[in-house]
């Protein structure tokens, strides 16, 4: 983290998990134990179904909501798909873009692209992800890898617009498997997407945007991922769905950074 240049964020993604009644009581519990300081944004992206009970829950919080995913079209005939407008006029901060999850189910390069600009012409912040297979960083082509989804997601994104993204590393090996990036891996992968986003746009835009580590970030590793300083937080899965332990987690965002 770097909290002089960037803001820390630590984001949950309970993916497909929780209804809106249970929705309701996890706010219950965290809000009863959320530390008070302000050193870092907070957001949770809830399924969609949740985002109106999670919102209500929220109000007068420093907790953002966040939907999962968003359709790039302003509205029209996509049946079973949600509008960044709707996600808006639900009371939604973020939302997620990109994810493995969803890249798997057939979301191209392209598709996260035209939703990361949909997302900030509506006035979300788009936390966009990108990651590597077990097979391309065996075969060494991680950062290439990784260079090539940011610079398609970020396709058109104006420059005065780039702080807005908020990007999160995910390695899909590391996902749900309990098996999570060395803090030195992950270190080298943010700074390296710090770096193309250098390229693309400046140094001063790159110093300012927020990058996220996600990967079986939890309670007893975050202190030493969130330690390294081009890991602006998280993009945490299990660890969210637990109010104690997704709290553990915000408070080791409040370390001291160079
Ligand atoms: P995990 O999920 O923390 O359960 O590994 C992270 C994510 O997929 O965003």
Redesign the pocket.
């Known amino acids: 983290m770097n909290r002089k240049y960037r803001k820390t964020v630590i984001a949950g ?1 309970w ?1 497909m998990n929780k209804t809106p009644t249970q929705t309701k009581e996890f706010m219950t519990q965290l809000k009863a134990i959320l530390p008070k300081g302000r050193w870092c944004d907070i957001a949770l992206c809830v399924p969609a179904v949740c985002i109106p009970a999670a919102v209500r829950a929220v109000r007068e919080t420093r907790i953002g909501i966040g939907a999962e995913n968003c359709n790039p079209n302003p509205s029209g005939a996509y049946t079973g798909e949600i509008a960044t407008d709707m996600l808006v006029d639900a009371g939604c901060k973020y939302v ?1 873009i990109g ?3 969803r890249r798997a189910m057939g979301e191209t390069d392209a598709d996260v692209n035209a939703k990361v600009l949909a997302a900030l012409e509506a006035g979300l912040t788009p936390i966009m ?1 990108c990651g590597e297979s077990l097979e391309q960083r065996e075969a060494d082509i991680t950062n290439e890898w990784i260079a090539m989804q940011i610079k398609l997601g970020l396709q058109g994104v104006p420059e005065e617009k780039i702080r807005k993204v908020v990007i ?1 590393y ?1 390695p899909i090996w ?4 309990g098996k999570t990036a060395t803090p030195e891996q992950a270190q080298e992968v943010c700074e390296s997407i710090r770096a193309v986003v250098r390229k693309l746009y400046s140094s001063k835009n790159a110093r300012a945007i927020s990058i996220l580590y ?5 309670e007893k590793n975050a202190f030493e991922l969130l330690a390294q300083p081009d890991i602006d937080g998280g ?6 769905l637990v109010p104690e332990k997704f709290v553990q987690i915000i408070e080791a965002a409040n370390q001291p950074t160079a």
């Open positions: 993604n993916k997620i994810h493995s999850e992800c999160a995910e590391a996902i749900g498997t996600g990967g079986s970030m939890n993009l945490i899965g299990g660890a969210s």
